[in-house]
């Protein structure tokens, strides 16, 4: 989980708005070219989501 409006959330969108910005989108001549490109940066935010979230345990002493 990323805490809203945490340090976390500010890497994490940082890192998604550079992993857009390397995206080749150049030459989107067919489906297959887009379907490639949305495959990409669907693997590169699944990557950069999996690096950033805490674990939180909850417990009986835990805030609703």
Same mark, same amino acid.
């Given at each position: 989980? *990323? *805490?809203?409006?945490?340090?976390?959330?500010?890497?994490? =969108?940082?890192? /998604? =708005?550079? !992993?857009?910005?390397?995206?080749? *989108?150049?030459? #989107?001549? !067919?489906?297959?070219?887009?379907? !490639? #490109? /949305?495959?990409?940066?669907? @693997? %590169?935010?699944?990557? =950069?989501?999996?690096? @950033?979230?805490?674990? /939180? %345990? *909850?417990?009986? @002493?835990?805030?609703?």
């Amino acid at each position: 989980m *990323i *805490i809203k409006n945490s340090n976390e959330e500010t890497r994490f =969108i940082a890192e /998604i =708005i550079k !992993s857009i910005k390397r995206l080749n *989108i150049n030459y #989107i001549e !067919s489906k297959k070219d887009l379907e !490639s #490109i /949305i495959q990409e940066l669907t @693997h %590169n935010t699944d990557k =950069i989501w999996l690096k @950033h979230p805490k674990v /939180i %345990n *909850i417990t009986k @002493h835990s805030k609703l």
